[in-house]
């Protein structure tokens, strides 16, 4: 029997992962799409690599909602979700009623902390797997996918028990369709695919936070400036610098595990940024200029309301996250404006 994937959220993040995990033997890859679903069903994806060239997927189905994807009938192994998570706009574990089985396996390829609750309260006993990427990918027409750089995804399996207590029965069977999940990456083409525990894995979720709740609000409040131009600024990369040190310094206070050795130091990482001459925005500056809400909730509030939980205060994302939040109320309703 064939492994059948759905993946939900078929931006350039999804769509190219799931052009990889198309190219595993025996692997059946359809998607839920959403602005870019005519190209998509009339033509498939076009993906630009450096590092695997110029290619056509065609999945397996396209589908327009979650209503077509259940009129399917089809069981699913794996439903891969890659949509932005915008907690204050949606619950996106909606899209998924119907569709999860008892087999069926949640992977969530999302940015922030707290992303697996809603997926957790709404499919109780449900094999969660939660995804850190630092692909750097674009879709700047419909169906037309760019990867730039990087290919590296890390999974883990969601055992959040374990933060508190012991393991059960259930974690061997997670942990197994964690572990297949990246064969299945690694047989698409992704060599740097990496299981890890649950543990290591949220320590990867506050080490990406270190990064994208320093320069993604910072861009935005400097004037949506690109990364290369924040850590080349003498006084914004001392900003930057501070914000990464205090997370750094307290997530592993928070997990009661120490960052491993091999993570980024903040240093390595503005460094690395620096050598970085591509012009290109963090997230965050893009929705700004485009008047998308910003994933605000996922990447600052939920890490904040974490620390708070465990009688720890992170200070700096507190006032990026404040500012943040009254920029992005006012930028979306100008009458607001008036009022402050």
Known sequence: MPTRILIVGAGAIGAF????????PETHVSVICRS???SVKASGFSITSPQFGDYTFTPANTFANSTE??????????????????PDLSDDSAILEGLVSKPTAIVLIQNGLGVEAPYANRFPGAAICTAVTIASCAQ?????????????????????????????PSDARIVELND??????????IKDAEAYDHSKLQLIRWHKIAINASMNPSSVLAGCVSNNAMVNDEELYIHLKG??????????KILGTPFPKEFATPERILRSTQKNISGSKPSMALDWEQGKTMELEVILGNPIRMARERGFDLPRLQSLYALLRMAQQSHQNPQMKSRI
């Open 243 to 252: 914000v990464m040190e205090e997370i750094f310094e307290s997530a592993p």
């Open 180 to 189: 297949k999940f990246i064969r299945l990456l690694k047989a698409g083409g």
């Open 140 to 168: 700047p027409l419909h169906g037309k996918i760019k990867h730039n750089r990087w290919t590296r995804i890390n999974s883990g399996p969601w055992l959040p028990h374990l933060d508190t207590g012991s393991a059960k």
């Open 17 to 24: 992962y799931a052009s990889r995990l198309a190219h595993a």
């Open 36 to 38: 870019n679903y005519q």
């Open 69 to 86: 994807a259940r009129a399917s009938g089809i069981q699913w192994d794996y439903i891969v979700v890659s949509t932005k998570a915008l």
